[in-house]
Antibody, heavy 118, light 110 residues
């Protein structure tokens, strides 16, 4: 079970922090994704973090602007969104990794809407 | 990475069998697992099929997946009204590359 919080409306260049609280599974044992869906578009992976936070990867369009992190003591995943652009407008989902080397996401959050607009 | 190609829409009547295709190439489907997701409005996506044809526990056996070469398909048998949703295929790339999603297929149950 993943419960998301954060999101909202922010101006271009602004910042936002999303959180994702996990329960019902051993959070510290699994990698986690952030995936987004822009209005009228398909799903797009944003970032992924390994179970121990030693590995973090980002899609090219958010590198240097977004930061994925986790607090295993609090079973919580985060996504820090900085220098935001209108193209970042989307519903953001957190998801648990099923197979680290072969993808797949077997538990998803409910999604949180992010709008970048002046 | 190139995106996977899905038909934008599909439809069927209750009880029918519907198949949704997903087309890729040797760099995605041809060399990686395919996973399928069901996405209902206002909710997070749900994993239906993983590793080409395996079902997570709790997913009815009405849902099945297959793969051949650079294409994959999701088949829904005994179509039900609650199956009306968007369906996405995705390849299981390593985390450095990230998964590639299809454009999605909107399934309508007539």
């Amino acid at each position: 079970h993943l419960v998301q919080a954060g999101g909202g409306v922010v101006q271009p260049g602004g910042s936002l922090r999303l959180s994702c609280a996990a329960s019902g599974f051993s959070f510290s044992g699994f990698g986690m994704y952030w995936v987004r869906q822009a209005p009228g578009k398909s799903l797009e992976w944003v970032a992924v973090i390994s179970y121990d936070a030693t590995k973090k990867y980002y899609t090219d369009s958010v590198k240097g602007r977004f930061t994925i992190s986790r607090d295993n003591s609090k079973n919580t995943l985060f996504l820090q969104l900085d220098r935001m652009e209108p193209a970042d407008t989307a519903v953001y989902y957190c998801a648990k990794v099923l197979l680290w080397m072969n993808g797949g996401m077997d538990v998803w959050g409910q999604g949180t809407a992010v709008t970048v607009s002046s | 990475q190139s995106m996977l190609t899905q038909p934008p829409s599909a439809s069927g009547t209750p009880g029918q069998r519907v198949t949704i295709a997903c087309y890729g190439d040797s760099s995605n489907i041809g060399s990686n697992y395919v996973h399928w997701y069901q996405h209902l409005p206002g909710r997070g996506p749900k994993l239906l099929i993983f590793r080409d044809n395996e079902r997570p526990s709790g997913v009815p056996d009405r849902f099945s997946g297959s793969k051949s070469g650079t294409s994959a398909s999701l088949t829904i048998s005994g179509l039900r009204s609650e199956d009306e949703a968007d369906y996405y295929c995705a390849t299981g790339h390593d985390p450095l590359s990230g998964p590639v999603f299809g454009g999605g297929t909107k399934l309508t149950v007539l």
